[in-house]
C-alpha cells in the first residue's frame, strides 16, 4: 500500500515547480529598482551603477519577446540600436588599438536599454512612480544646496563649488532645470483646473530657477532654460504662446540680471572668453572649446561619409599636435555631440543621431503632462549636447537613457489603454 502522505510533498514541489519558472514575480521588483535609479542618479554615480545592474538582472526574464520586437522595430526603440550598431562597425575601419576601440564603444552601450525601458514601462502603471522619486531626490539635493549658500558658520560648504553638494554644478543645474519646467508644466494644468497648489507648484519651481541664477549657473543651461522657455509657450498657447515666453524669459533675466553678482560674473566672463579668443588659445573653456570644434570640422572633412571609426577621436588629436601644441589642445572629447559622431561614424551616423533625437521628440508630441515631461529631458540633452558630449558621459546619457524609456513607456502605455477604451466603445 502507497503512502500518499509520504509523497505529498513531493507532489506539492512539482505543482510549485510552474510557478517558480514563471518570472513575473520579478516584475514589481524591476519596476522598483528603476526608482531606485531614478532616486539616485542625482547622488551617487557607483550605487547609480550598482543598480543598473540588478535592475537588468530582474528585467531580462520578465519581458516577452513579442513586446520586445515591438519597441526594437519601433523607431523611438530601433534607433538607439541602430546608432550603437554603427559605433560597433567603426570599430572595423579605426586605426587605433584594441583598447581605445572599446574605450570608444563604451559611450554608445547605454543606448540599448532604451527599448528595454519602453517595453518595461509600457506594460506597467508604475512609470509615475520613477518620475516622483526622481523629482524628490531632486528636491532633497536642492535644499541641501541652498543649505550650503545660506547657512553660516559651515566648515565644509560644497564639493570644489559653493552650493554643490555632489558631481558637479554642470549636472546640478541641469537637474534643476528639469524639474524646474516640469513643475511648470504641472501647475499649468492645475491652473486650467482652478486649483490653488499651482501656485505651491510654482513656487517650487522658482526655488528651483533661483538656486541656477544665484547658487551656481551653468551658462550651458542659461541657453537649456530659454529654449525651454519658448517651447513652453508654445506648448500651451501656440506661436503667440511662444512669443509671450520669450518676453516674459527677457523680463525675468533682465531682473536676475541686476540682483545676481554671480549670474552677471559669469555670463561676462563668458563673453570676454569670446572676445579674448584669438584663434589659437586654448587657456579658457570657450577657447577650449572652439579650439576643438575647428579642428574637429578639419577631421571631419577627411572622413565625411563613414568617419574615422569608433575611438579614433583621441589619435586624431594626437595626431594634429606639434611641438608648439598646447596640451589642452588634445583631447578625447571634442564636447560636442554631433561632432563626436560625426568623427567616428562620419554623415552616416550623424543622420541616425538625428534621427533618434527626432523620433524620441515625436514620441511627446501630445499636449499631456507626461508627454511634455518627455519633451522637457529630450530638448534639455540635444540643446545641452551643443556644448558637451552628454549622451556618452555616465549621469547625463543615463538620465536621457531613463528619462525617454520611463517617459515614453508610460506614455505608450496611456495611448494603449485610451485605444481599448476606445474599442470597447
Given at each position: 500500500?502507497?503512502?500518499?502522505?509520504?509523497?505529498a510533498?513531493k507532489?506539492d514541489?512539482?505543482k510549485?515547480?510552474?510557478?517558480l519558472?514563471d518570472?513575473?514575480?520579478?516584475e514589481p521588483?524591476?519596476?522598483?529598482l528603476?526608482?531606485?535609479?531614478a532616486v539616485?542618479?542625482?547622488w551617487?554615480?557607483?550605487?547609480?551603477?550598482?543598480l543598473i545592474?540588478?535592475?537588468?538582472?530582474a528585467?531580462?526574464?520578465t519581458l516577452?519577446?513579442?513586446?520586445?520586437?515591438?519597441?526594437?522595430?519601433?523607431?523611438?526603440?530601433g534607433?538607439?540600436?541602430?546608432?550603437?550598431a554603427?559605433g560597433?562597425?567603426?570599430?572595423?575601419w579605426?586605426?587605433v588599438?584594441?583598447?581605445e576601440?572599446i574605450?570608444g564603444?563604451?559611450?554608445?552601450?547605454?543606448l540599448?536599454?532604451?527599448?528595454l525601458l519602453?517595453?518595461?514601462?509600457?506594460r506597467?502603471r508604475?512609470?509615475?512612480?520613477v518620475?516622483?522619486?526622481?523629482?524628490?531626490?531632486?528636491?532633497a539635493?536642492l535644499?541641501?544646496?541652498?543649505?550650503l549658500?545660506?547657512v553660516?558658520?559651515?566648515?565644509?560648504?560644497?564639493k570644489e563649488?559653493?552650493?554643490?553638494?555632489?558631481?558637479d554644478?554642470i549636472?546640478?543645474s541641469e537637474?534643476?532645470?528639469?524639474c524646474?519646467?516640469g513643475?511648470?508644466?504641472?501647475?499649468?494644468?492645475?491652473?486650467?483646473?482652478?486649483?490653488r497648489?499651482a501656485?505651491?507648484?510654482?513656487?517650487a519651481?522658482?526655488l528651483?530657477?533661483?538656486?541656477i541664477l544665484?547658487?551656481e549657473?551653468?551658462r550651458?543651461?542659461?541657453?537649456?532654460?530659454?529654449?525651454?522657455?519658448?517651447l513652453?509657450?508654445?506648448w500651451?498657447?501656440g506661436w503667440?504662446g511662444a512669443?509671450?515666453?520669450c518676453?516674459i524669459g527677457?523680463i525675468?533675466f533682465g531682473?536676475a540680471?541686476?540682483?545676481?553678482?554671480?549670474l552677471?560674473?559669469?555670463?561676462?566672463r563668458?563673453?570676454e572668453?569670446?572676445?579674448?579668443?584669438?584663434?589659437?588659445?586654448?587657456?579658457?573653456?570657450?577657447?577650449q572649446?572652439?579650439?576643438y570644434?575647428?579642428?574637429?570640422?578639419?577631421f571631419?572633412?577627411?572622413?565625411?561619409?563613414v568617419g574615422h571609426?569608433?575611438?579614433?577621436?583621441?589619435?586624431?588629436?594626437?595626431?594634429?599636435a606639434t611641438?608648439?601644441t598646447?596640451?589642452?589642445?588634445?583631447?578625447?572629447?571634442?564636447h560636442n555631440q554631433?561632432?563626436?559622431?560625426?568623427?567616428e561614424?562620419g554623415?552616416?551616423g550623424?543622420?541616425?543621431?538625428?534621427?533618434?533625437?527626432?523620433?524620441?521628440?515625436?514620441l511627446?508630441?501630445e499636449?499631456?503632462?507626461i508627454?511634455?515631461?518627455?519633451?522637457?529631458?529630450?530638448?534639455?540633452?540635444?540643446?545641452?549636447c551643443l556644448?558637451?558630449?552628454?549622451?556618452f558621459?555616465?549621469?547625463?546619457g543615463w538620465?536621457?537613457?531613463f528619462g525617454?524609456?520611463?517617459?515614453g513607456?508610460?506614455?505608450?502605455?496611456?495611448?494603449d489603454?485610451?485605444?481599448?477604451?476606445n474599442a470597447?466603445?
Amino acid at each position: 500500500m502507497i503512502d500518499k502522505d509520504r509523497h505529498a510533498p513531493k507532489a506539492d514541489a512539482i505543482k510549485r515547480f510552474p510557478a517558480l519558472l514563471d518570472h513575473r514575480w520579478l516584475e514589481p521588483i524591476s519596476d522598483g529598482l528603476v526608482v531606485a535609479v531614478a532616486v539616485s542618479l542625482p547622488w551617487s554615480t557607483s550605487i547609480t551603477a550598482i543598480l543598473i545592474v540588478l535592475w537588468f538582472i530582474a528585467l531580462v526574464s520578465t519581458l516577452d519577446a513579442a513586446s520586445l520586437r515591438c519597441e526594437v522595430m519601433s523607431p523611438p526603440g530601433g534607433l538607439p540600436i541602430l546608432l550603437w550598431a554603427l559605433g560597433a562597425s567603426g570599430m572595423l575601419w579605426a586605426d587605433v588599438s584594441l583598447r581605445e576601440h572599446i574605450a570608444g564603444l563604451n559611450g554608445f552601450h547605454k543606448l540599448l536599454f532604451v527599448p528595454l525601458l519602453l517595453a518595461q514601462f509600457r506594460r506597467c502603471r508604475h512609470g509615475k512612480w520613477v518620475i516622483l522619486g526622481f523629482f524628490a531626490s531632486s528636491a532633497a539635493l536642492l535644499v541641501v544646496s541652498w543649505g550650503l549658500m545660506l547657512v553660516p558658520g559651515l566648515s565644509w560648504r560644497g564639493k570644489e563649488v559653493l552650493g554643490v553638494p555632489v558631481k558637479d554644478y554642470i549636472l546640478q543645474s541641469e537637474l534643476f532645470a528639469i524639474c524646474a519646467f516640469g513643475l511648470i508644466g504641472q501647475a499649468a494644468c492645475l491652473w486650467r483646473t482652478r486649483d490653488r497648489l499651482a501656485l505651491l507648484i510654482v513656487l517650487a519651481a522658482a526655488l528651483f530657477i533661483a538656486n541656477i541664477l544665484y547658487v551656481e549657473t551653468a551658462r550651458t543651461t542659461l541657453i537649456v532654460m530659454a529654449v525651454l522657455m519658448c517651447l513652453f509657450g508654445l506648448w500651451q498657447f501656440g506661436w503667440k504662446g511662444a512669443f509671450g515666453a520669450c518676453v516674459i524669459g527677457i523680463i525675468l533675466f533682465g531682473a536676475a540680471w541686476m540682483t545676481s553678482p554671480h549670474l552677471r560674473e559669469r555670463v561676462s566672463r563668458a563673453i570676454e572668453q569670446v572676445q579674448s579668443y584669438d584663434g589659437k588659445s586654448v587657456n579658457t573653456p570657450v577657447g577650449q572649446r572652439f579650439e576643438y570644434w575647428k579642428k574637429s570640422l578639419k577631421f571631419v572633412a577627411e572622413a565625411p561619409v563613414v568617419g574615422h571609426g569608433t575611438g579614433s577621436i583621441p589619435q586624431l588629436f594626437r595626431r594634429d599636435a606639434t611641438p608648439e601644441t598646447h596640451p589642452l589642445a588634445i583631447t578625447g572629447n571634442p564636447h560636442n555631440q554631433v561632432l563626436v559622431v560625426a568623427l567616428e561614424l562620419g554623415v552616416v551616423g550623424s543622420i541616425v543621431l538625428f534621427a533618434m533625437w527626432a523620433s524620441h521628440l515625436a514620441l511627446f508630441c501630445e499636449h499631456t503632462l507626461i508627454a511634455w515631461l518627455g519633451l522637457v529631458v529630450v530638448v534639455q540633452n540635444v540643446v545641452a549636447c551643443l556644448f558637451h558630449s552628454h549622451l556618452f558621459d555616465f549621469t547625463q546619457g543615463w538620465l536621457y537613457v531613463f528619462g525617454v524609456g520611463v517617459i515614453g513607456g508610460t506614455v505608450l502605455h496611456d495611448r494603449d489603454a485610451a485605444e481599448r477604451a476606445n474599442a470597447r466603445q
